[in-house]
């Protein structure tokens, strides 16, 4: 890095230099009195901190280009960008501190504070993760047609990971108003960043992405601003994103507990020259804008008002743990909406006219995915979407599935309802942070304040000739992260009720269709308005026991009860439907019926399967009855691709039929 003095500061930037240091040096005191808080004896402050001095240059001159219109996400070195974008310090520090007066009431700490109304959206302490998510931001400013820009900071260590590459390329596709800003403060955490890249600039990389790039020194404000600006005003155009590297010094360690051991003298001193706050008065005093003593008493005004602050965060009180928000409920509401006409069609169609009835009804819906718009997907599912209502609101998307996923978060925050696809469950593994470590916790994080309306559609299941990499059944994984909600249709009438009812909710819901199912009709309840999340369906009534299950082991377990229908034994058949929420009421119902004799039956694998979770809630829920719980699963085996050998694995009718012979005849031993 240089350490070459800047060019004099021009007359017309003399106020603007002024205010931009004065702001540096309260970031920078801020800063360090977060730092000092976390190594008193004991901790004012517990915890690990990530903090940008060296860096405040950055997000000081690129607000100062942006309108209120425009949006930032911040990697988890964000307090600066968080004070830069007009939020309280106070309730910025006490989020840092861990108070209840903080933003997020001490949920989210140092790294991963949020503000989504605000021109703040947050940080993400997972490296690169915000960059997909800024994409969606950009693509609801797109499609409002606001005018704004989404501005989203990564550190140089960010541009090799393969979330931040997917999100080049889809902003690319898509020319998405996205400002990718990169501070390169010359190390990928303990890592120097040479070691890690092959070139002399990180800009270069957008280059095989037809991205506008540039290399500036991010410790001129000014430069900073123009440069924003310019990037900002391209965006505006509608000629797409823009991607600048600031380089700037990192004046700490990557962290509060790093005594960078591994790190060599002369960087820190390199370092130290490069400082912004240094730099910038000694530009002002060589004008004469400013003399060394009023230099020095500016940081020290700053440095007190940080002081007065922290004083009275540090005694303010802390979270009440009996305010915590609640993770999600049961079912509740049992309203099913009306039928305003009835048809046959298979499951297939039913979920087309789900997506285009969303579509009709909602103009903030858009259906995206992989080969979802001009070909109508890969089972059909949005066939003849794009062309009813266009190429704006039903698209294709680079094969990137962490920018699909990460994309409808961030337009569901900027006030859009994604419906995306993800071609096959196992694929969701490829992107599951999106899920588990975005989507899910934006409702908890923000109170309720802000939350993700967003529906991921896919299938799962074995069908003959499907290899190991695409017949996962994965809902158990899916049902255990709180703030999800899951659905799995058994039927056509149910591929068109979830996926509306997902459509109308509030919290990011993932639907699993059965592929195995696609082509079976059945009978289908076209509706005015939606059904709540979380109603299961009984199928069949039964009171020698009750068989629960859900997706494609439905079809299957209603075949089982009718062969022992014949046989003398009435087997009620609960479809779950939503994993969660449960529908607790309809569950109690149908065991208590049965006397507690209750088969459980899924595809998915044994060893964590959800048949386990729900015999523990069973016992939770009916604690004086007596129960007798069996389950019937795939055994903890890979899927092989032979129908063969599928055949031998799945569980059939003649399976749970075996089963519920085995709880019967214990129940009638026990009544003799």
């Known amino acids: 890095m240089s350490s070459e003095p800047s060019a004099a500061i021009r007359s017309a930037d003399l106020n603007f230099a002024r205010d931009i240091l004065a702001r540096i040096a309260f970031i920078r005191a801020f800063e360090q009195k977060a730092w000092d808080l976390t190594m008193t004896k004991p901790p004012d402050i517990d915890g690990s901190m990530h903090f940008c001095a060296g860096q405040e240059a950055v997000p000081l001159g690129a607000l100062s280009a942006l309108g209120e219109h425009d949006r930032v996400i911040a990697t988890y070195r964000g307090h600066g960008w968080a004070l830069a974008c007009g939020l309280d310090p106070d309730a910025v520090f006490a989020e840092i501190a861990q108070r209840a007066g903080g933003i997020n009431g001490g949920r989210g700490g140092s790294a991963y504070m949020m503000a989504p109304g605000t021109r703040f959206i947050g940080e993400n302490s997972i490296v690169g993760a915000g960059t997909t998510i800024a994409c969606g931001v950009a693509m609801a400013q797109q499609t409002r047609g ?6 989203v900071t990564i550190g140089d260590g960010a541009l090799n990971q393969g979330g931040t590459h997917e999100a080049l390329a889809f902003a690319a596709a898509r020319s998405l108003p996205v400002i990718f800003i990169v501070e390169n403060n010359g190390w990928s955490e303990m890592t120097a960043t040479s070691a890690m890249f092959k070139l002399d600039r990180l800009a270069k990389r957008t280059a095989g992405y037809g991205i506008a ?39 700490w360690g990557h962290y509060n507990k790093d005594i960078e051991h591994y790190r060599p003298r002369s960087d820190r001193a390199s370092a130290e020259r490069m400082d912004p706050l240094n730099g910038l008065a ?7 804008s400013m003399t060394a003593d009023q230099v020095d008493r500016l940081i020290a005004e700053e440095s007190e008002k940080v002081d007065c602050m922290a004083r009275a965060v540090i005694d303010s009180p802390l979270p009440d743990a009996g305010r915590l928000p609640a993770t999600l409920s049961d079912a509740v509401g049992r309203t099913r909406p009306a039928t305003v006409e009835r048809r ?7 979920v087309n006219l789900a997506l285009r009835t969303e579509l009709e009804t909602d103009q903030r819906t858009l259906v995206y995915g992989e080969d979802v718009g001009k070909a109508g997907g890969i089972f059909g599912a949005s066939r003849y979407l794009q062309r009813d209502f266009g190429a704006d609101r039903v698209f294709d998307t680079p094969i990137a599935e962490n ?25 969701l593994f490829v992107a599951i942070d999106q899920l588990i470590n975005q989507a899910a916790n934006v409702r908890f994080m923000t109170d309720g304040a802000a939350t993700v309306p967003m529906v991921v559609r896919t299938q799962q299941g074995a069908t003959p000739g499907s290899c190991a990499q695409h017949s996962q059944s994965i809902e158990a994984i899916l ?14 009438t149910d591929a068109y009720a979830l996926l509306r009812a997902a459509a109308a909710d509030p919290d990011p819901c993932i639907i699993i269709e059965a592929r195995k199912l696609y082509l079976t009709k059945a009978d289908v309840a076209i509706t005015e308005g939606t059904e709540p999340v979380g109603l299961a369906r009984r199928r069949r009534d039964g009171h020698d026991l009750a068989i629960l299950s859900w997706g494609a082991m439905v079809p299957t377990a209603l075949e089982a009860a009718e062969q022992l229908s014949n046989e003398g034994i009435e087997a009620g058949v609960l479809d779950l439907r939503w994993l969660n929420p449960l529908d607790r009421d309809a569950i109690v119902e149908v065991v208590k019926g049965a006397g507690g004799k209750v088969l459980i039956a899924h595809e998915a694998v044994r060893t964590g399967g959800f048949a386990g979770e729900l015999a523990m809630r069973l016992g939770e829920w009916l604690p004086g009855l007596k129960l007798d719980v069996l389950r019937v699963t795939t055994p903890d085996t890979r899927i092989p691709a032979s129908p063969v050998l599928q055949e031998a694995l799945i569980p059939d009718a003649v399976d749970i039929a075996s089963a519920a012979r085995t709880l019967v005849a214990s129940k009638r031993a026990c009544d003799a």
Do not use: N, Q
Request: net charge neutral; with cysteine; hydrophobic share 50%.
């Open 282 to 288: 000694r530009r002002l005093v060589a004008v004469g």
């Open 344 to 350: 046959e069609m298979s499951y297939i169609e039913a």
């Open 213 to 251: 790039s540039a290399t500036i020194d991010g410790t001129d404000p000014m430069i900073v601003r123009d440069s924003v600006a310019m990037a900002a005003d391209r965006a505006r155009k509608g000629e797409g994103p823009s991607l600048l590297e600031c380089r700037v010094p990192r004046l």
């Open 479 to 492: 049902a255990h992260v709180p703030g999800l909600k899951l659905g799995l249709a058994a039927s056509a």
């Open 146 to 151: 606001a005018g704004g820009v989404t501005v």
């Open 403 to 427: 920018a699909i996923l990460g994309s409808a978060v961030g337009a569901a925050l900027g006030g859009m309802k994604p419906i995306v696809e993800i071609m096959w469950a196992d694929f």
